[in-house]
C-alpha cells in the first residue's frame, strides 16, 4: 500500500552502470542488455527500490517497514541472491509473484501491489524479470512480518484474492490518444497510485468506485487526485510535469511518502512518461490556466488573528508574503496542500513537522520544525484559516477548532 500518488527510479542506459549485474543467468534472451536496461527503467517506474530497500541499506535487500492496522509487514529481498533473494525464481515464479501475489513461499500480502502490477504486458514482465536476475546479490535475510491473528496466516490470503484481486489484464481504451493510454497504464498499473490514493474498505481492499479520491496512509493524506480535483486546485500541464519531473513547483514540493517516490523515481522518468501520467490525470488537459500573481497581504489578512502567528513562525522561511526561500522552504502562495480542503495534511505538517529533503546536488529544502506542544488547536486554526484566506488558490473554506482537534486526534492515534 505505498505509496503513492505516483512511484520510482529510471535508471535507463546513463544509470545502468551505477548497478552491478550477475554474470552466471544461463537464459540467453535473459542476458540481453537491452532487455535488462529496459527492466530497470520499469523497476524504477514501479516504485521497487523505495519499498525493497532500507534507508542507507543495499538496493532490493528488503527489510522496510509497512504499519498496517494488522501489525507491521516488512519487505523482502528482490535482489537476485540465490540465498536470501529471488535470484532462484524461474520466470512462471517471478510473474506468480508480481502479478498473482503468490511466491515460492506463499501468497503475498497485497502491501506488495500485485494488483496493480497484474496489468504489466508480458513485454515489460520479461524485461523485469532479466534486470532482476541481473541485479547485485544481497546477503541479508528477510524479516519475520509482526503481524495479528489472523492476518499472519497467509492462507487467509487466498479468501481476500477471492474478494478483491480482479485479474484484468490492462486494455487500452480506442477512443483515447495513445499518451493518454500510456499514461493510465503508468498511473494504475506500473505507478501503482491507487494502492496510496484510493480510499480502502474494512479489509483493506481498493474502493475502486472512489478511484484516485484520496485516502489517509501512515498517518498521511494522500490527495484527491482526480481530474476535477486537480483543475480545481490549479493544477496543469505546466505545474504537474514540472513537480512530478522536479518534486518541486509554484505549487509547492512533496513530502514523506510521495518525497521518496519523487526523488527515487519520478525525477528519473523520462519526460515522454510524464507527459503521459499529465495527459492522463489532467484527461488531456493542453491549457494552462491563468492563476494570481503574488501580493502583499490585505489589510483584512492583516487583521486576522492568524497573520500574527504566520509572521511569529512562518515567515522566516517562507517568506513575509508566503513566496518561500529557494533550498530553504517552499513557497505558501497557491501551495497546493494549503489550497486542499481537507487540512488533513496542513494539520499533520504543522505538528510533525518535515525532516531534511535533498533532491540532488542543487535542490534542497531545510527541515521545517514540529510545532506539537508549541501552538494549541486554537492558535493552529487561526493560521490555516489566515492561510486559506490569503494564500490558497481560491474559495477553501474556513476551518473550525472543532475540525482541527478531531485530525489532531486522529494523528495522535
Not at 537491452?34 to 532490493?60: F, M, P, S, W
Not at 507491521?72 to 501475489?101: C, L, M, P, R, W
Not at 524485461?127 to 487467509?156: C, S, W
Amino acid at each position: 500500500m505505498k505509496k503513492s500518488a505516483l512511484t520510482l527510479i529510471a535508471l535507463g542506459l546513463a544509470g545502468l552502470s551505477q548497478t552491478t549485474f550477475a554474470t552466471d543467468n544461463s537464459n540467453t534472451d535473459m542476458n540481453n542488455l537491452k532487455l535488462i536496461q529496459r527492466g530497470a527503467y520499469l523497476a524504477d517506474l514501479g516504485d521497487c527500490e523505495g519499498c525493497h530497500t532500507v534507508a542507507n541499506g543495499q538496493v532490493y535487500g528488503g527489510g522496510r517497514a509497512f504499519k498496517t492496522p494488522m501489525g507491521t509487514i516488512y519487505s523482502t529481498n528482490i535482489s537476485s541472491s540465490k540465498k536470501h533473494g529471488i535470484g532462484n525464481y524461474t520466470y512462471e515464479d517471478f510473474v506468480n509473484a508480481v502479478q498473482k501475489g503468490v511466491a515460492p513461499i506463499g501468497n503475498l500480502y497485497p502491501a506488495m501491489p500485485y494488483v496493480s502490477y497484474s496489468k504489466l504486458t508480458p513485454e515489460d514482465m520479461k524485461a523485469l524479470y532479466a534486470y532482476f536476475m541481473h541485479t547485485k546479490p544481497v546477503d541479508q535475510a528477510n524479516r519475520e512480518n509482526d503481524l495479528t491473528f489472523p492476518a499472519d496466516i497467509r492462507f487467509g490470503l487466498k479468501f481476500w484474492n477471492m474478494l478483491e484481486f480482479k485479474d484484468q489484464p490492462f486494455q487500452n481504451d480506442p477512443k483515447k490518444s495513445a499518451t493518454w493510454n500510456r499514461g493510465r497504464y503508468l498511473v494504475e498499473g506500473l505507478g501503482h497510485c491507487g494502492e496510496c490514493h484510493t480510499p480502502r474498505n474494512f479489509i483493506m481492499g481498493s474502493e475502486n468506485n472512489k478511484a484516485l479520491q484520496g485516502a489517509v496512509v501512515d498517518g498521511v493524506n494522500a490527495p484527491d487526485l482526480t481530474t476535477a480535483r486537480l483543475k480545481q486546485e490549479g493544477w496543469n500541464k505546466d505545474n504537474l510535469a514540472k513537480f512530478l519531473k522536479d518534486g518541486v513547483s509554484p505549487a509547492g514540493t512533496s513530502f514523506d511518502e510521495m518525497f521518496i517516490v519523487e526523488k527515487h523515481s519520478l525525477t528519473h522518468a523520462k519526460q515522454a512518461d510524464v507527459d503521459a501520467i499529465v495527459t492522463y490525470l489532467l484527461d488531456g488537459d493542453n491549457q494552462v490556466k491563468s492563476v494570481n500573481t503574488l501580493t502583499t497581504f490585505t489589510k483584512e489578512d492583516m487583521a486576522m488573528p492568524g497573520y500574527g502567528i504566520y509572521m511569529a513562525r512562518c515567515a522566516g522561511c517562507h517568506g513575509n508574503h508566503g513566496e518561500g526561500t529557494p533550498n530553504v522552504a517552499p513557497p505558501l502562495f497557491h501551495n497546493a496542500t494549503i489550497s486542499n480542503p481537507n487540512i488533513y495534511n496542513t494539520v499533520e505538517v504543522i505538528m510533525n513537522g518535515i525532516p531534511v529533503e535533498t533532491y540532488n546536488h542543487l535542490k534542497s529544502y531545510y527541515a521545517m520544525p514540529s510545532y506539537k506542544g508549541r501552538i494549541n488547536a486554537q492558535q493552529m486554526t487561526d493560521l490555516i484559516n489566515f492561510l486559506h484566506k490569503s494564500l490558497a488558490t481560491s474559495n477553501t473554506p474556513a476551518t473550525t477548532t472543532n475540525d482541527v482537534q478531531t485530525v489532531i486526534n486522529k494523528i495522535n492515534n
